[in-house]
């Protein structure tokens, strides 16, 4: 199964707007995280929501989770031109999801903030 | 601010030869992971590897692969016999309290397999 499919594959706004990524993913969960990657870099972490949330926030990010829908969304307030790079979902299935796997990544949204 | 340091940043070898991908975690993290990222592809989890043994591993981190932390600070991924799909960006990684929560990535190894 595709764990951690993240939609649009890449998004291209105004700075100062709202970026709104999405991610869905297939099993049951500890955590869900969402990492940022800048181009020929580490991946940076940005938050972690755990499965008996909902909602959490931390600066200009806002992270949902729905373990209903198997889905969560990262919104990026008031971009800057600094946010422009790849955002990647990445969960933590542990036990709970059938197996151990460290941490299961998806492709990513390239995001491009226009000055 | 704390970082993982990753050397080389480029590694270039032939098919068949053994790489060593050097990796100096943050010193307080207890949880050291390796992954991997094939050019346009995602990044694919490796090992994970705590108070000195593997604690988990996927199915690519067959026989050919090995971990080692061979002292207090260094962590290192040898691949014994290298293969042209080995071709990636490997990430050493570590995190300090949980495994598989909040993960420090170094800048990577681009390991070229000819």
């Known amino acids: 199964s595709q764990q951690g499919e993240e939609d649009p594959q890449a998004l291209s706004i105004q700075e100062g707007e709202n970026a709104t990524m999405n991610c869905s993913y297939k099993t049951s969960i500890n955590n869900l995280q969402w990492y940022r990657q800048n181009s020929g870099r580490g991946l940076v972490h940005l938050i972690l929501i755990r499965s008996n949330e909902r909602e959490k926030h931390s600066g200009r990010l806002r992270v949902t989770l729905d373990t209903s829908k198997k889905s969560s969304s990262l919104l990026i307030t008031a971009s800057r031109a600094a946010d422009t790079a790849s955002y990647f979902c990445?969960?933590?299935?542990?036990?709970?999801?059938?197996?151990?796997?460290?941490?299961?990544f998806g492709k990513g949204t390239h995001l491009i903030i226009q000055p | 601010e704390p970082e993982v340091t990753q050397t080389p940043s480029h590694q270039v070898t032939q098919m068949g030869q053994e790489v060593i991908l050097r990796c100096v975690p943050i010193s307080n993290h207890l949880y050291f992971y390796w992954y991997r990222q094939i050019l346009g592809q995602k990044v694919e989890f490796l090992v994970s590897f705590y108070n000195n043994e593997i604690s988990e591993k996927s199915e690519i981190f067959d026989d050919q692969f090995s971990v080692e932390r061979p002292d207090g600070s260094n962590f290192t991924l040898k691949i014994r016999s290298t293969k042209l799909e080995d071709s990636a960006m490997y990430f050493c990684?570590?995190?300090?309290?949980?495994?598989?929560?909040?993960?420090?990535f170094g800048s990577g190894t681009q390991l070229s397999v000819l």
């Open positions: 990445a969960t933590d299935a542990g036990w709970a999801g059938g197996g151990a796997d460290g941490l299961t």
């Open positions: 990684a570590s995190s300090q309290g949980s495994t598989n929560e909040k993960l420090f």
